[in-house]
């Protein structure tokens, strides 16, 4: 039960970035089958990916006090919990997907015969990809008023409006591509480091790995709650903060928000502004999960936020990365896919 090429590719690639000094032939992976045939081997990503948070959780739980661990992998629930509000039942009720599973997120062919990835999957999103083509929401009028316009006119009409869509580029195009170029520069985790303060020491732990490391989770979707949820299990105290005037995607919401508490916060009323400021300055994380520069521009800068709390760590989720000529574009998941296209084996039964 040992790591496959693909597997041990992504979690060396990830362990490389972040410091982690467990070997790959130390982790075992069931090599479940997912009933699956499709060219991106989505699971053994998802093997690698899940072995990496394994990895280091064990790690830093045994830098702070608590016995080794071994960590082991099933393939088909690594898959499975990157998607996991797909499966999500309340009462016996399908929580569905809302706005995600609708006409005006798809692929679409433009008039210059290029592909196009949209997400329309809130509100303002939808109706300014609709107002763009002057279309109702259904396929077939999207289909028919989107092969009127050339990519490259979408694409830069959409920068401008704050509107999400993203060419769908083969490995070479992406490769070639001056945004491409800027990330395959990168590393896959980029860290920096600025300052060095020490004020905070967190204690030996007694029962979980992140037990006593305070975490205030300021994402919407899936990856950023993803992330702060996996913190929570092995036991952060995760403060979930969330805008009750920006629309949610209640499915991905409900799977995400187990053992976080939660607090709603209005950024555009200055007494919810102090109150996350209070909360800054006793955080050891801050995971932001929205656009590119919206915590500068709210007044949080990386010298405001280092006055407030010179010890807290700020992740932020971005769809195309910190560096490059796309850095302050706004996108999902999904759009990135469609451009970042490795160049993989042929399709395998997954």
């Not at 994402?219 to 949820?229: E, N, Y």
């Not at 903060?241 to 629309?247: K, L």
């Not at 209005?266 to 400021?277: G, I, L, P």
């Amino acid at each position: 039960m040992t790591m496959n090429a693909h597997q041990r590719q992504i979690y060396g690639s990830i362990a490389a970035a972040t410091g982690i000094a467990t070997p790959s032939e130390d982790v075992r992976v069931e090599q479940s089958p997912t009933f699956l045939k499709e060219p991106m081997q989505i699971a053994d990503f998802a093997a690698g990916v899940v072995a990496a948070l394994g990895t280091s959780v064990a790690e830093l739980g045994q830098a702070r006090g608590l016995p080794e661990q071994d960590v082991f992998v099933d393939r088909r629930h690594a898959l499975l919990t990157l998607n996991n509000w797909q499966y999500h039942y309340m009462n016996g009720i399908h929580i569905v997907g809302g706005e995600i599973t609708v006409p005006v997120n798809g692929i679409y062919e433009t008039r210059d015969g290029r592909w196009m990835c949209f997400n329309g999957a809130y509100p303002h999103l939808r109706d300014g990809i609709l107002k763009y083509f002057d279309a109702p929401h259904d396929q077939e009028a999207l289909i028919e008023r989107i092969a009127r316009h050339d990519a490259a006119k979408i694409e830069a009409d959409f920068e401008t409006l704050g509107l999400c869509a993203a060419p769908v580029c083969t490995p070479d195009e992406w490769l070639a591509h001056p945004h491409g170029q800027a990330m395959a520069a990168e590393p896959i985790v980029l860290s920096n480091r600025f300052g060095d303060a020490k004020e905070r020491v967190l204690p030996e732990a007694r029962h979980r790995p992140l037990e006593g490391v305070r975490v205030l989770d300021v994402t919407h979707v899936i990856a950023g709650p993803w992330s702060t949820r996996v913190l929570a299990d092995h036991g952060a105290d995760v403060i979930s903060v969330r805008n009750p005037t920006f629309p949610f995607l209640y499915a991905a919401i409900f799977e995400e928000s187990y053992g976080k508490k939660q607090i709603l916060l209005d950024f555009a009323m200055e007494r919810s502004k102090a109150r996350f400021t209070e909360l800054l300055k006793g955080a050891d994380v801050l995971v932001w999960g929205y656009g590119p520069g919206s915590l500068e521009r709210l007044g949080f800068t990386r010298q405001v936020l280092m006055a407030l709390n010179p010890n807290l760590v700020v992740t932020r989720v971005s769809a195309y990365g910190p560096e490059g000529p796309w850095a302050e574009r706004k996108g999902w998941e999904q759009l990135a896919q469609s451009c970042f296209r490795p160049r993989l084996p042929d399709c395998v039964c997954c």
